[in-house]
């Protein structure tokens, strides 16, 4: 059974990702505990490390870089809880 939203961060094993990917999942968790259905970390290759929200691209290392967590928050918020107020780090 598939839990939704469901978040998936596609590391490269190649790059030895694995330590940010699952940080990152930790942060997110962190931040949004239930309002987040699964949190899945994918392995893959060649440089990836991808961000995607019920199968939707919210962010991709290879256009923009590796994202700064605030920057990652405040889209995976603006997408499951819009209203949500993300404190200090929340530049609208």
Do not use: N
Not at 48 to 56: A, I, M, N, P, Q
Not at 65 to 83: C, S
């Amino acid at each position: 059974m598939t839990r939704t939203p469901r978040l998936e961060i596609e590391y490269c094993t190649q790059c030895r990702w694995l330590l940010r990917a699952a940080w990152t999942a930790q942060e997110l968790l962190t931040t949004f505990g239930l309002r987040l259905g699964e949190v899945a970390l994918v392995p893959g290759t060649g440089g990836v490390f991808d961000v995607r929200l019920d199968g939707d691209l919210v962010w991709s290392r290879k256009e923009s870089g590796h994202p700064e967590i605030t920057e990652l928050k405040r889209l995976v918020r603006d997408r499951i809880a819009p209203d949500m107020s993300l404190g200090h780090s929340d530049k609208r």
